[in-house]
């Protein structure tokens, strides 16, 4: 859906979520009726040229929980411990990494690989495995300097592929943490960080 015109978006939402006919949604939208199935026509095209060939929740399937979690934990293994290398070897050669509402995302091994290096691997991380909206996701907790405990800071979201992760949608909002149950805090008597 994000990647439709807006004019395509609200058609489609209009006429395929809230079930508005083509008419009332030319009046609200105030254009034609011939405009309205032209823009619909156009997003349903659009969407299925997008689509992937498997919904995630049929590679969670196929993987099963064994190699799922072996996944997880190697991703929370190589972020608390700062190894750009092993991160990337989880990673499918086109990888995103984003972060919303910032309009900032990285591409890539070699683009993900920089973004490790002089931001996420600046500070200490002790990572949690959970599950957001039924993928597999990581809690980060942050420590800043020399000491203190690791606080929320982030909410990994990871879309899988081929075994691999796809995307990391990284929603930078410690109060997410809150909304799955989790602490605002960690201990910093364990965990580790990078060298």
Not at 88 to 114: A, Q
Not at 137 to 145: H, P, S, T
């Amino acid at each position: 859906m994000q990647h439709l015109p807006a004019n395509q978006r609200a058609a489609l939402i209009l006429r395929e979520v809230l079930g508005f006919s083509a008419r009332e949604v030319a009046e609200t939208l105030e254009t034609s009726t011939a405009s309205v199935n032209s823009a619909l026509q156009r997003a349903r095209k659009l969407i299925d040229e997008r689509l992937p060939e498997r919904s995630q929740q049929e590679t969670l399937r196929s993987l099963g929980d064994r190699r799922l979690r072996e996944i997880v934990d190697a991703y929370v293994e190589a972020m608390e411990s700062g190894d750009a290398a092993a991160v990337i070897s989880l990673l499918t050669d086109d990888v995103t990494w984003s972060m919303p509402p910032t309009p900032v995302w990285y591409m890539g091994h070699e683009e993900v690989g920089r973004f490790l290096a002089k931001s996420a691997f600046q500070v200490q991380w002790r990572r949690i495995a959970t599950r957001a909206n039924g993928q597999p996701a990581v809690a980060g907790y942050a420590r800043q300097g020399g000491g203190g405990e690791y606080e929320a800071f982030v909410l990994d979201v990871l879309t899988l592929r081929d075994g691999k992760i796809a995307a990391i949608t990284a929603f930078l909002d410690d109060g997410v943490l809150r909304r799955f149950g989790l602490p605002d805090a960690l201990p910093s008597s364990s965990g580790s960080g990078p060298a």
